[in-house]
């Protein structure tokens, strides 16, 4: 598979097998993983939509890219915005998610045609999640 050009997202995450839960639950297929020498998984790429979202562990990326250890809890200061298409997915993805995580947001219909709703992930990253059907 080849990887695509452009922006790819990498989170650093405490807990890297709670996080892809999180993420595979609103719909993300695991395409890549790395493990360390002793068989921890350290690494995960997924894909969704047709974007890739790359998490590691927070510990390994700061020594990864030598930025010493990360201090304290991460204050992510931005949301992700994952656009679903159509108002219909966006509903149905907010039906099921709403047993399993706390919304931060929403569901909120707008003015300028989009469903959309926020929830938080298990390192604090803000996620909203908009649907909008085509013009």
Same mark, same amino acid.
């Given at each position: 598979?080849?990887?695509?050009?452009?922006?790819?997202?990498? !989170? $650093?995450?405490?807990?890297?097998?709670?996080?892809?839960? #999180?993420?595979?639950?609103?719909?993300?297929?695991? /395409? +890549?993983? %790395?493990?360390?020498?002793?068989?921890?998984?350290?690494?995960?790429?997924?894909?969704?939509?047709?974007?890739?979202?790359?998490?590691?562990?927070?510990?390994?990326?700061?020594?990864?890219?030598? !930025? $010493?250890?990360?201090?304290?809890?991460?204050?992510?200061? #931005?949301?992700?915005?994952?656009?679903?298409?159509? /108002? +219909?997915? %966006?509903?149905?993805?907010?039906?099921?998610?709403?047993?399993?995580?706390?919304?931060?947001?929403?569901?909120?219909?707008?003015?300028?045609?989009?469903?959309?709703?926020?929830?938080?992930?298990?390192? $604090?990253?803000?996620?909203?999640?908009?649907?909008?059907?085509?013009?």
């Amino acid at each position: 598979m080849t990887a695509p050009l452009g922006f790819v997202v990498e !989170l $650093g995450v405490k807990d890297l097998p709670t996080a892809i839960q #999180f993420y595979t639950d609103l719909g993300a297929q695991i /395409i +890549d993983q %790395a493990f360390d020498a002793v068989g921890v998984l350290v690494w995960a790429e997924l894909e969704f939509l047709g974007s890739r979202l790359m998490l590691q562990r927070a510990d390994a990326l700061a020594a990864e890219l030598a !930025l $010493g250890q990360p201090e304290g809890e991460a204050k992510p200061s #931005f949301a992700l915005v994952v656009r679903l298409g159509g /108002i +219909d997915l %966006a509903q149905r993805l907010y039906e099921r998610l709403k047993a399993k995580y706390l919304i931060t947001f929403g569901p909120n219909q707008t003015d300028y045609g989009t469903y959309e709703f926020a929830i938080t992930d298990p390192d $604090g990253y803000i996620v909203l999640l908009t649907g909008k059907n085509a013009t």
